[in-house]
């Protein structure tokens, strides 16, 4: 996994939580690399895991919920790093349409190691958006969290249906079903 993630995550605890925080599970977890992250290195997925169990275990969160906040922050972050992947598009599904076959692509010339997920898409209409997704790395929750962040930044109300089709997170079905904003009713 790219030290980019590993970086935006512990900038994340610090924010969200303090920077003894992130000190504290560097220590608890063990690390090989001992915690000292540059963007371009490259370091086991284990490590992910093991901080974010250290973190669950101090804050008493779940793993699954830290990690779809994870998903939500570095979505942002993405936005800040890579604005020429959001030229030109002012949807979500659009957005998310070419995660795949553009996004991801550019990534790997960027990262030339980057262990990315794979995403089947298909569009069967301008209003729906069914994503695979396919990981060894097992990281739906973080999927779900950059969507979910998706859809909020381009702010059109989308509704996301998840189907994990495995007990592990390694392959997620999500349907997504933009909601016109007429049958939205507020109380
Ligand atoms: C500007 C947009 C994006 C950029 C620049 C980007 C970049 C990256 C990078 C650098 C990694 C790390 C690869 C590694 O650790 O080796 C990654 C992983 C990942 N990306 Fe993206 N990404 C973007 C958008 C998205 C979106 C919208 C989604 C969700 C639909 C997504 C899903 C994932 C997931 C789940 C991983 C974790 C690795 C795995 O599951 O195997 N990415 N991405």
Known sequence: MKGVVFVEFLEMVEAQF????????????????????TSVGTYSHGEMV???????????????????????????????????FFHGIDDSLD???????????????LYPNAELPRFEIERPDPD????????????????EGL???????????VVIERHDLDDKGGLVRFELSRVQSEMLTFE
């Open 95 to 109: 957005f998310l349409e070419r995660i795949e076959d553009v996004i991801h692509v550019q990534v790997r010339k």
């Open 128 to 143: 729906h958006l069914r994503m695979l997704y396919r990981s060894d790395r097992h990281m739906g929750d973080l999927a």
């Open 18 to 37: 303090s920077p003894e925080m992130a000190d504290d599970i560097i220590d608890a977890s063990d690390l090989p690399s001992g915690g000292a992250y």
């Open 50 to 84: 093991a901080l974010v169990g250290a973190l669950s275990e101090r804050t008493g969160t779940p793993a699954p919920t830290l990690i779809r906040a994870f998903g939500e922050f570095l979505f942002e972050r993405f936005h800040v790093h890579h604005g020429d």
């Open 147 to 157: 969507i979910r962040q998706c859809i909020a930044h381009f702010g059109t109300p």
